[in-house]
């Protein structure tokens, strides 16, 4: 039996060397001919490919005709290239004249198959020369690596997912640990102001000024634990995807005027911070959470007073563009960095020039950004340290249109 056609000889046949010889696949001189050569390069996986100087194809085995659909009498005469559309790492002239430098050359390369199917393949080059050392035809063999490609990117995308995954879990135990710590200290300072308070009250005994003045500070360590419980629940919230909007049509004026009205009263104390309010003349009507919007006014009207020691007015404006309805709070407070701009609406961040001025979460900002976010809006902050800060709230504006 012959290992390549599988014709099988009689004993007398083999016996017989005229015969041996006759035969096509005879393996006793060592040798096979081109018709043979031809059909042993068909039995290869492999795409074989031979083209001339000028890129057409002057070889096609079986191979190129199972991995890309064009049959050889199709690829014969063709131009390479623009027949399975290559796209190479980098361009043809300089591959080809690297090939001129080093005759053999492999690499990664893109094709497209008859039926529009994109295949990734890895080709080895090799240059034929004449007798005289002129670079003539290119063998190339392609091996189709799709599949493995495939995997691999599958495996990447698997690991990437995953690593976004231990990232995101390792932030919410870094901010779980944070917020413990600082929770235990902020919730303590007013808790301990408060008994103090209280017990001093017990002592004013008939002296009304000391009894009013006892009296407010026993509610600002009130307000200060409300925040700051109210800001735990709302980050709490935010995370386990319990933070829900209950949006209505509203006048964006109107809840600033109302906003500013109550913090005005709660501030009745404090002269040093006038606060001037700039409305509309028309309406600013947004879809929006009336709570959660006068939350994220009250948050930024606090922080304009909190970091304005000096006192100085704080100014607020409603106003619109063709597709935003904008809130600005300004201050002439302390000012914030240009680094330290970039970090206002992260978790727990309070920039370095608060020093001892008051004490915070560093949640507020953090609750108004998301709030904003979750509105479609966004935030600007404008700010130069010493002078004073601007932040405006944008949020899409709702036209008779929309
Ligand atoms: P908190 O006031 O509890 O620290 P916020 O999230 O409201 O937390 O603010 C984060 C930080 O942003 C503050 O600690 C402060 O550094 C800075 N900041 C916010 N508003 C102002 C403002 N109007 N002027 C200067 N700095 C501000």
């Not at 017990?202 to 003045?213: E, K, L, M, Y």
């Not at 201050?331 to 914030?336: A, N």
Request: glycine share 6%; with cysteine; net charge negative.
């Amino acid at each position: 039996m012959c290992s390549v056609c599988g014709t099988s000889k009689s004993e007398s046949e083999v016996m017989d060397d005229s015969s041996a010889a006759n035969h096509p696949h005879r393996r006793t001189h060592l040798s096979i001919t081109p018709t043979e050569q031809a059909r042993l390069l068909d039995l290869s996986n492999d795409a074989i490919i031979v083209r001339d100087v000028n890129n057409r194809i002057i070889y096609w085995n079986h191979g190129a005709t199972e991995i890309y659909g064009w049959t050889r009498d199709e690829a014969i005469g063709q131009d390479l290239h623009h027949l399975l559309h290559t796209e190479f790492e980098i361009p043809l002239e300089q591959l080809i004249i690297r090939l001129h430098q080093h005759d053999r050359m492999e690499g990664e390369v893109v094709q497209v198959t008859r039926d529009g199917r994109r295949r990734t393949l890895w080709s080895r080059w090799a240059l034929d020369r004449d007798a005289d050392g002129r670079p003539g035809a290119i063998l190339t063999t392609y091996n189709d690596i799709t599949a493995r490609k495939q995997l691999e990117a599958e495996r990447e995308r698997l690991y990437e997912a995953e690593r976004a995954a231990r990232t995101e879990a390792e932030a919410a135990l870094k901010i779980r640990e944070q917020f413990l710590s600082i929770a235990s200290h902020e919730l303590r300072t007013p808790l301990t102001a408060l008994i103090g308070f209280v017990h001093l009250l017990s002592t004013a005994g008939q002296n009304p000024d000391r009894v009013s003045s006892l009296t407010v500070r026993i509610t600002q360590q009130t307000q200060r634990l409300n925040t700051l419980i109210n800001q735990m629940l709302d980050v709490s919230r935010l995370q386990h995807g319990q933070f829900v909007l209950e949006r209505q049509m509203i006048d964006l004026s109107g809840v600033v005027v109302e906003v500013v009205e109550a913090f005005r009263a709660m501030q009745e104390l404090n002269p040093h911070h006038p606060l001037e309010v700039h409305t509309a003349d028309a309406s600013v009507l947004v879809l929006g959470d009336p709570h959660r919007l006068e939350q994220v006014l009250h948050n930024l009207l606090s922080n304009a007073v909190k970091y304005s020691p000096a006192g100085g007015v704080v100014r607020v404006r409603v106003g619109q563009t063709a597709t935003d309805a904008i809130v600005e709070v300004a201050d002439q407070g302390i000012g914030i960095s240009l680094e330290a701009q970039a970090r206002l609406f992260e978790p727990f961040y309070r920039a370095q020039n608060v020093g001892q001025i008051s004490s915070g979460f560093g949640l507020g900002l953090h609750i108004v950004g998301e709030i904003v976010q979750r509105h479609g809006g966004r935030m600007e902050v404008e700010s130069t340290e010493g002078q004073g800060s601007t932040f405006r709230v944008l949020l899409p504006r709702h036209t008779n249109a929309s």
